[in-house]
């Protein structure tokens, strides 16, 4: 069952993901070469703290690190690490969900790290945002669930790219992952009637080559087969009247 958040509810995702975007502007400063995984990770749990924000991936089915971590042909649910130093040219995929007094935001973000100039990274990672928009342009009231999808997978398949079928985005709440799941690929028209109060978590997840993933051996980290490139990004999305709530963006300060 999909859940309708009342405006009490909705206020305090609101708050959470207005605090989480300030928590990934003030990291991107420290993503550069020859810094860990597991360095990063320490930055943000201290400022989850700072921001009176509780980590909802520590401690889910027993996660350790309060944010997930992916590098290159990492896809999600990364481990920071020690050993994982960034290099120039990496793509580093940043997924934190937090609440504020029980309600939860969910948001990933993509850095190129160091001075790369490389085209067709930033091209796959542009389409990777463009895709969530097209799927965020379409969650309002009295359109179907699969239409987020089709417009998700319809942006990056015209580019060229592949979408991950394995995972997908989900509803959002007082739980990190509520009903219903949000694929990234499907026909138009199917699925519930979205609903004003409806939350939501949209992430496409694409890859530069096929869609195939596994879990490495850590039991957490989702890889690419053949180790083609990844990208993924995230928003929490409040269904209204009108056009979508973005909660995890700055207003005037995002696309």
Request: glycine share 10%; with cysteine; hydrophobic share 35%.
């Amino acid at each position: 069952m999909i859940q309708i958040k009342n405006k009490s509810s909705i206020a305090k995702m609101e708050k959470a993901g207005v605090l989480l975007a300030e928590i990934f502007n003030e990291i991107s400063a420290i993503i550069k070469p020859g810094v860990t995984t597991a360095q990063i990770n320490t930055s943000i749990a201290e400022k989850l703290k700072q921001k009176g924000l509780v980590s909802r991936a520590k401690g889910y089915s027993g996660y350790r690190y309060e944010s997930c971590i992916s590098v290159n042909d990492e896809v999600i649910h990364g481990e920071p690490s020690d050993s994982k130093k960034l290099k120039d040219g990496d793509l580093v995929k940043i997924d934190i969900c937090a609440s504020w007094k029980n309600y939860c935001a969910d948001m990933a973000r993509m850095f190129i790290v160091g001075s790369s100039d490389d085209s067709n990274i930033k091209k796959f990672v542009d389409v990777a945002q463009s895709a969530l928009d097209a799927g965020i342009n379409k969650a309002r009231s009295g359109n179907r669930l699969s239409d987020i999808s089709a417009a998700i997978q319809h942006e990056v398949e015209k580019h060229g790219y592949g979408v991950i079928r394995d995972f997908a985005g989900h509803g959002i709440g007082k739980r990190l992952h509520e009903e219903p799941e949000v694929l990234n690929y499907g026909e138009p028209g199917r699925g519930p009637v979205l609903r004003p109060g409806m939350a939501l978590a949209i992430e496409p997840m694409i890859t530069m080559g096929d869609y195939e993933v596994f879990v490495a051996e850590d039991g957490w980290t989702v890889k690419t087969v053949d180790n083609s490139l990844t990208a993924h990004v995230e928003d929490t999305v409040i269904i209204t009247e009108g056009e979508p709530n973005i909660l995890t963006r700055h207003k005037g300060r995002e696309k």
